[in-house]
């Protein structure tokens, strides 16, 4: 996946802007955006401020984590079947 060049603090910044009444296209012009990637940002971030979006950003980076120990914990479980299964 291509790493945006904003960060999310930035994203959440040029969001507000346009909450404060500047309007879209002179928000894109500014930032060199365009309105399809501001609408992707409004779509993901909006209504976020800087500690939920940190909150959210931690809380995928566990779910990440807990995934991987059930997908390892999954493989020892058909490891062990798939022995038990044969006749010694």
Not at 2 to 11: D, V
Request: glycine fraction near 4%.
């Amino acid at each position: 996946m291509k790493k945006s060049r904003f960060t999310e603090a930035q994203i959440l910044k040029v969001l507000q802007s346009q909450q404060e009444g500047k309007k879209v296209a002179e928000i894109c012009r500014e930032y060199g955006i365009s309105e399809p990637t501001f609408y992707n940002w409004k779509s993901k971030y909006g209504g976020m401020t800087l500690s939920e979006l940190q909150r959210v950003k931690e809380l995928e980076s566990e779910n990440a984590r807990l995934k991987r120990i059930v997908a390892d914990q999954q493989l020892s479980i058909d490891i062990l079947k798939e022995i038990n299964s044969k006749k010694w």
